[in-house]
């Protein structure tokens, strides 16, 4: 019933910007908290941003300082500005949702990802 879809991954080079968005839709009740994960080559995967309702985002070391994570709470929607991209970042990015779908129903959500790729 909860569906989240990822929009904005492509090719770049170096330095170079891209900004990727994440919406939910389907039954939702509330949505306690969103995050972007990533899958990069030679890497665990890991958190690289994330929000809550109460707080500011939350930055892995890797990205803090080039990318930045956003809500629309109207719109149940979620962006990762990235900016000075590098070679490193190239992977799958996905996001992810702790989402009140029926009352006293809390569960995570993943999207499918979205390719990043960045020459150098």
């Known amino acids: 019933q909860v569906r989240l879809v990822e929009s904005g991954g492509g090719l770049v080079q170096a330095g170079e910007s891209l900004r990727l968005s994440c919406a939910a839709s389907?039954?939702?009740?509330?949505?306690?908290?969103m995050m972007w994960y990533r899958r990069v080559q030679g890497k665990q995967p890991e958190m690289v941003a994330g929000i809550s309702s109460g707080r500011n985002g939350n930055y892995a070391d890797s990205v803090k300082g080039r990318f930045t994570i956003s809500r629309d709470k109207a719109e149940n929607t979620v962006d990762l500005q990235m900016n000075n991209l590098e070679p490193g970042d190239t992977g799958v990015y996905y996001c992810?949702?702790?989402?009140?779908?029926?009352?006293?129903?809390?569960?995570?959500?993943w999207g499918q990802g979205t390719q990043v790729t960045v020459s150098s």
């Open positions: 992810s949702a702790e989402i009140e779908s029926a009352p006293f129903t809390i569960k995570t959500y």
């Open positions: 389907g039954s939702i009740v509330s949505i306690k908290a």
